[in-house]
Structure formats: C-alpha cells, structure tokens
C-alpha cells in the first residue's frame, strides 16, 4: 500500500513532536568528528620569496657599461623584494662554477642550496658551488627568517 504524501508529511511531524531521544555526548561528538579531520600542514615560520631575473649577460656580449670589455662568465642579476641575488656562472674543467652574492641588508649569514650542494656564505653574503653539470636547476638561499628562491636556472 503507497502512502500519500500528506499522510507521510503528518506522520513525519508526529514522530518529531514525540521524540524524546538524547543527543551523543559532547565528547563522543568531537571524537567521531576528529576522526575525519585531515591533517594540516603546520605554516612555516621561514618567508618565502620568489626572485625575479633582470640581467642576463652570456659570455662573449659586451659588458652593460663598460667600453670595450666583455664577459668571461655568464652574469645574472635577480631581483627579489629589496634585495638582489648577483650570479656568475663559469665553465670550468670538471663541469661549472657558480658564484653568487646576494645583495641588500639584513641578509647575511645565509645557506645557499643548489644540486644537492648545500654551501654558506661569507660574511659579505657570497656563495660558490664547484662541478656543476649542465641541466636546470633550482637555487634557495635560507637564513632562518627568510629564503630567496631562484627557479629554472639553466647552466650550459
């Protein structure tokens, strides 16, 4: 037999004026809630900024200001806030050199990781990686309070 659905409505209603059921326990309620929750990642306490190339000198092209020198290494300049990050990459017998120096205050003391290398800088914020390969690769410059990141850097 098919109920209406007037009929279905009123005894739907009945049941809810004459429930006298209890709620779950608040804490049994946060628990079965707590089971579903994922996992959140925790935000890192380090800034992060994405630096931004503005020179690109290769090797062989004269030198921005000077009259008649030209560039031994390829020189790059990036840009990220207020400070700079300075790159010389320089081919070598076993593979590339890079040096770099990142530029602006309050960045010192710094680890700068490229390759799987992971170098620190002088106090004036240089930094060198010996026998790189040829390929792209990403550079990160960490003090703690911040890290500088420089993506697809090619070295050929």
Known sequence: MVESSDKRIERILRLMQTDDSVDAPADSIKWSKDLFR?????PS???RIKAALKIDIAPGTAVFGERSGTAEARQMLFEAGDRAVDLRIKPEAEGYTVQGQALGEGFENFTATMAAIVVSSNEQGEFAFEGIKSGTYDLSLNNGDEEIVIEGIEIS
Do not use: H, M
């Open 38 to 42: 994922t996992r959140q990642k925790q």
């Open 45 to 47: 306490a380090v800034e």
